[in-house]
């Protein structure tokens, strides 16, 4: 998806933030920045912190924002898998042959990852170069002189994983709907033509080949497939999970807390209950019992049941059922 239309400038500021191996966690800049104007018209943009990821973390559109949350609450613990390692949103698609996008990164040393043939070459193999955008730089520049330059295509969200084989990563391809996976940008709210039809049906099916040679499997998801309830849990969970303690000193007594949550959980009080019985017995805040309750929830170091309404004055429920089981398939590597 393009934000704004490709020119030279933005050529640059990509390849600055994104040329090169693959940065990780802190270091990692998007390719469009939501500070830049990057955005498409008529979305609804947002940052969240992560401190597991610590950085900000765009989602473009507000159709990206329940599946950044999703990757986000995805398994970070040891004894769990498939585990999140890393998020790239906004990941570019590099137009010349590059390495995997995993290929640098610390848990993969020691280990061979397939080559990536770029862009350009796969337009070509589709007999569609000729459609592969392209931007000119300008007379004076020291070095091109004028020439036409290829402009990269962006993705969307690129989880990396790691289970017991090692680490790998799949593609989401996100829109507000599954027909606008068949009409480009510019033409979502008019009636689609072929020709409009099949110049977005080659930039997805680019962008699945792109990743495939990497065998990274290309997923096309749109919010309605996740649960309703599910979207709205994970958004409020996140804003605890993304703030930090009134006192410090809650650090200390976190694991104990979590501990006795736990083994709360069967009594089938109310979630604030269950916040002021841990503020009383561990002598810390209610603010702070809340941020080690539901922070611990979105962590999944407490597992509830997120499909149903999760609330201050509703009881909290057991997990029955799992959001990686249901939506595992978005998250496996290709067979």
């Given at each position: 998806?393009?934000?704004r239309r490709p020119?030279?400038?933005?050529?640059?500021?990509?390849?600055?933030?994104?040329?090169?191996?693959?940065?990780?966690?802190?270091?990692?800049?998007?390719?469009?920045?939501?500070?830049?104007?990057?955005?498409?018209?008529?979305?609804?943009?947002?940052?969240?912190?992560?401190?597991?990821?610590?950085?900000?973390?765009?989602?473009?559109?507000?159709?990206?924002?329940?599946?950044?949350?999703?990757?986000?609450?995805?398994?970070?613990?040891?004894?769990?898998?498939?585990?999140?390692?890393?998020?790239?949103?906004?990941?570019?698609?590099?137009?010349?042959?590059?390495?995997?996008?995993?290929?640098?990164?610390?848990?993969?040393?020691?280990?061979?990852?397939?080559?990536?043939?770029?862009?350009?070459?796969?337009?070509?193999?589709?007999?569609?170069?000729?459609?592969?955008?392209?931007?000119?730089?300008?007379?004076?520049?020291?070095?091109?002189?004028?020439?036409?330059?290829?402009?990269?295509?962006?993705?969307?969200?690129?989880?990396?994983?790691?289970?017991?084989?090692?680490?790998?990563?799949?593609?989401?391809?996100?829109?507000?709907?599954?027909?606008?996976?068949?009409?480009?940008?510019t033409r979502r709210?008019?009636?689609?033509?072929?020709?409009?039809?099949?110049?977005?049906?080659?930039?997805?099916?680019?962008?699945?080949?792109?990743?495939?040679?990497?065998?990274?499997?290309?997923?096309?998801?749109?919010?309605?497939?996740?649960?309703?309830?599910?979207?709205?849990?994970?958004?409020?969970?996140?804003?605890?999970?993304?703030?930090?303690?009134?006192?410090?000193?809650?650090?200390?007594?976190?694991?104990?807390?979590?501990?006795?949550?736990?083994?709360?959980?069967?009594?089938?009080?109310?979630?604030?209950?269950?916040?002021?019985?841990?503020?009383?017995?561990?002598?810390?805040?209610?603010?702070?019992?809340?941020?080690?309750?539901?922070?611990?929830?979105?962590?999944?170091?407490?597992?509830?049941?997120?499909?149903?309404?999760?609330?201050?004055?509703?009881?909290?429920?057991?997990?029955?059922h799992d959001p990686?089981?249901?939506?595992?398939?978005?998250?496996?590597?290709?067979?």
């Amino acid at each position: 998806m393009y934000a704004r239309r490709p020119s030279f400038s933005r050529l640059e500021a990509i390849l600055k933030r994104q040329a090169g191996p693959s940065k990780w966690l802190g270091d990692y800049q998007p390719a469009n920045t939501i500070s830049d104007g990057d955005c498409p018209k008529g979305t609804r943009p947002s940052c969240m912190a992560d401190p597991f990821l610590n950085r900000i973390v765009q989602a473009q559109a507000g159709t990206e924002q329940v599946f950044v949350l999703l990757a986000c609450h995805c398994p970070k613990l040891v004894d769990l898998r498939p585990k999140l390692i890393d998020l790239h949103e906004q990941k570019m698609l590099f137009f010349c042959p590059a390495p995997h996008p995993l290929q640098n990164h610390p848990l993969a040393r020691g280990m061979q990852f397939p080559g990536l043939r770029g862009t350009l070459n796969i337009a070509e193999a589709l007999g569609k170069l000729k459609d592969h955008p392209m931007v000119r730089a300008p007379r004076d520049h020291p070095v091109f002189k004028g020439c036409l330059l290829p402009f990269p295509y962006v993705g969307d969200i690129l989880p990396c994983l790691i289970d017991e084989i090692g680490p790998y990563a799949v593609n989401w391809s996100i829109k507000a709907t599954l027909e606008d996976f068949h009409r480009t940008y510019t033409r979502r709210n008019t009636p689609t033509s072929k020709e409009d039809r099949e110049k977005a049906e080659f930039r997805h099916e680019l962008e699945r080949l792109y990743y495939l040679d990497g065998q990274i499997p290309t997923h096309q998801l749109v919010p309605k497939m996740v649960d309703n309830e599910l979207s709205i849990n994970l958004l409020d969970l996140f804003y605890w999970y993304a703030r930090m303690p009134q006192d410090p000193g809650a650090i200390a007594v976190k694991e104990e807390v979590l501990a006795y949550y736990r083994e709360q959980l069967p009594r089938d009080r109310l979630m604030h209950d269950h916040a002021k019985s841990a503020a009383q017995k561990f002598s810390i805040s209610l603010h702070d019992a809340k941020w080690i309750l539901k922070s611990g929830i979105f962590a999944r170091q407490i597992r509830v049941e997120l499909f149903r309404v999760v609330a201050d004055n509703l009881p909290l429920r057991a997990e029955i059922h799992d959001p990686f089981v249901r939506y595992a398939d978005w998250f496996r590597r290709l067979a």
